[in-house]
Nanobody, 119 residues
C-alpha cells in the first residue's frame, strides 16, 4: 500500500512564507513525476507545480517566481516553498506522484493540507 502524507500547512499573514512537504511511503519501487495542486473553496482543483525525477520543474504561470518545488529522490519526498503569499493562495494543497509499486505505475494523491493566508 502506498501513501502520500503532506505536512506544513497552516495560517500565515499576507507576504509571509510556508513550506509544504509530502512524503511517499509503502510499497515503492520507483517514483516518477511528483507535484502539487490546490483547490480553493468553490473552485476547481488547479495545478501548482510539477517536477520530474531529474528535477525539471514546471509551474502555473501565475505562481512563477513565488513558489519553488523540489524533491529528494532518496527520501521519496517533494516540497513546495511558498513565498510572498497572498490571500488568493488560500486553498487545500494536495501532493501527487506517479509511483511504481512493483506491479504497475499509477497516480497517488495525498489527503491535502490547508493553507490559509490572512490579509
Amino acid at each position: 500500500q502506498v501513501q502520500l502524507v503532506e505536512s506544513g500547512g497552516g495560517l500565515v499573514q499576507a507576504g509571509g512564507s510556508l513550506r509544504l512537504s509530502c512524503a511517499a511511503s509503502g510499497s515503492i519501487f520507483g517514483v516518477g513525476a511528483m507535484g502539487w495542486h490546490r483547490q480553493a473553496p468553490g473552485k476547481q482543483r488547479e495545478l501548482v507545480a510539477t517536477i520530474t525525477f531529474d528535477g525539471s520543474a514546471n509551474y502555473a504561470d501565475s505562481l512563477k517566481g513565488r513558489f519553488t518545488i523540489s524533491r529528494d529522490n532518496a527520501k521519496n519526498t517533494v516540497s513546495l516553498q511558498m513565498n510572498s503569499l497572498k490571500p488568493d493562495d488560500t486553498a487545500v494543497y494536495y501532493c501527487n506522484a506517479n509511483i511504481y509499486d512493483g506491479l504497475r505505475t499509477r497516480g497517488y494523491w495525498g489527503q491535502g493540507t490547508q493553507v490559509t493566508v490572512s490579509s
